[in-house]
């Protein structure tokens, strides 16, 4: 029979190994109009001031995405367990450029699978904008959030022509937990 001094080291070197069989995976998941339940949306109103709407967009991990935006911009903000993080002034920040709006309806988690769950860390979307130039240059950002329930914030942004194989290096950098 093993010490227990022994039996704990080869506990800790079974857990040490499994961590590092972890490696980061994604799963993706849609802010498509079609396929989420529309919250707001001004094209259903008669007469609306401004375009504006809230839409919310399946989740990972018990996060749920709101999908938002209004005044030809959106973003996307996170609920967990009840509470909205607002990463609207971050993201924005984070786009060079005028009217920055999600590009497309594809939200990309960046994650570690145990067993059948998918365990995710950080976000990555893309996003458009024009630069202020005569030909309205389009700009295209990677927004990468970490993931930290209530506390999820934007921590880094890539130029989409750098590819998104450097924005999940740097998810899995500095997400990863």
């Known amino acids: 029979m093993k010490s227990l001094p022994q ?18 995976d994604s ?9 989420v339940k529309i919250l707001e ?25 709101i999908h938002e935006g209004g005044d030809l911009r ?16 971050a993201t924005l920040t984070a786009c060079p450029g005028q009217f920055p709006a999600k590009a497309n309806n594809v939200v990309q988690w960046r994650g570690f699978r145990k067993g059948d769950t998918f365990v995710p860390y950080a976000i ?3 996003m458009m904008s024009s630069a202020d130039d005569e030909k309205q240059t389009r700009l295209e950002t990677l ?21 998104n194989e450097k924005a999940e290096l740097l998810a899995d950098k500095l997400c990863k937990p």
């Not at 001004?42 to 995405?65: A, N, T, W």
């Open 74 to 89: 959106s973003w996307i903000n996170l609920i967990y367990d009840g509470s909205k993080t607002d990463l609207m002034n």
């Open 41 to 65: 949306d001004s094209s259903r109103e008669k007469d609306p001031e401004i375009d504006h709407f809230r839409h919310l967009c399946p989740g990972l991990g018990g996060y749920q995405v």
């Open 143 to 163: 927004i990468i959030i970490k993931l930290d329930k209530d506390k999820s914030t934007v921590v880094g942004h890539v130029p989409a022509k750098e590819g």
């Open 124 to 126: 990555i979307y893309r």
């Open 7 to 24: 039996f704990l080291f080869l506990a800790f070197g079974c857990l040490l190994a499994s961590a590092a069989d972890l490696k980061p």
């Open 27 to 35: 799963e993706f998941t849609t802010t498509d109009p079609k396929k």
